[in-house]
């Protein structure tokens, strides 16, 4: 039986995640809850009826096309065809490898001249990990292939996929169990044996820090962080500044966003820590 996965997102060209020019494949689904999160179509893994609110006329089309249909005004995807201002979209598309790797191959010039690939990221990728195996078994010694990961799985289901991968782009967003779990919903006991694994692999990896005000970017997680990068000799990660226009998709999703920390706090870049630490911290 062919392996399915469920996508919600492929971006083509991309140059933020990984070397070159790469295809991202944005997979469906996430084991975590961090409400700074910026792709909610992302966090469930059904399929969604997207609505964006920007120039919608109230004209009530949609809802008028979901009623004829199914009997309710909930949106469903005879509202997609009804908006005429083409407002209203599905989120999840579902493939199997080789539709997707059909596609995937269509850009292998641009990998093969930029040094790029392909990325699998998400939500989780991991909670997709049969389909990604399923892929890379197509994929591999063709296209450079990376996984964008905040490490929480079992590790079994890690090894195996890190096995396949060329790159890691990893996240580490708190280093205190008890705040890990708090914020993130994960387990640090296994993100952080995950991450021992990644840094012994001799893969290629590269460290990726989310800076979230008065969550991640305090100085006493950033001195955790520090010191967990020292103990690897790694000299070198990426940050990601908030974005303060995060909470923005969630009316799309129909949810409201209610982060557990003040969007509106300035985020604190900790680049001098880092440098007078040896070790060289590239925002993004």
């Known amino acids: 039986m062919n392996a399915l996965g469920r996508v919600f997102s492929i971006e083509e060209f991309s140059v933020f995640d990984g070397p070159g020019i790469r295809t991202s494949v944005f997979l469906k689904g996430c084991n975590l809850h961090c409400s700074w999160c910026h792709n909610p179509e992302g966090q469930s893994k059904d399929i969604q009826i997207v609505k964006s609110p920007n120039g919608c006329l109230n004209c009530g089309a949609c809802k008028k096309a979901a009623l004829l249909l199914t009997g309710k005004e909930e949106l469903c995807e005879a509202s997609v065809a009804a908006c005429p201002n083409k407002l209203i979209r599905i989120s999840g598309e579902d493939y199997t490898a080789e539709s997707l790797c059909d596609r995937l191959f269509k850009n292998q010039q641009f990998y093969e001249t930029s040094g790029g690939g392909v990325t699998f990221s998400g939500g989780e990728p991991l909670m997709q990990s049969d389909f990604i195996l399923a892929c890379a078994k197509l994929l591999r ?144």
């Open 141 to 284: 010694g063709k296209v450079h292939l990376a996984l964008q990961t905040a490490g929480m799985c079992k590790p079994e289901i890690f090894d195996r996929v890190l096995s396949e991968m060329d790159y890691v782009l990893f996240d580490i967003k708190l280093v205190r169990e008890e705040r890990l779990k708090r914020y993130t919903g994960a387990d640090a006991n296994i993100v952080y044996r995950n991450f021992d694994t990644l840094v012994k692999s001799g893969k290629d990896f590269v460290v990726r820090i989310p800076l979230i005000p008065g969550v991640t970017d305090t100085k006493e997680n950033i001195a955790d962080i520090i010191a967990c990068l020292k103990g690897y000799g790694i000299t070198y990660a990426e940050a990601m500044p908030y974005n303060k226009m995060a909470g923005a998709k969630y009316t799309m999703v129909g949810r409201t966003y209610q982060p557990d920390f003040d969007p509106a706090q300035d985020v604190y870049i900790p680049e001098k820590e880092f440098s007078e630490n040896g070790i060289e911290l590239c925002i993004l």
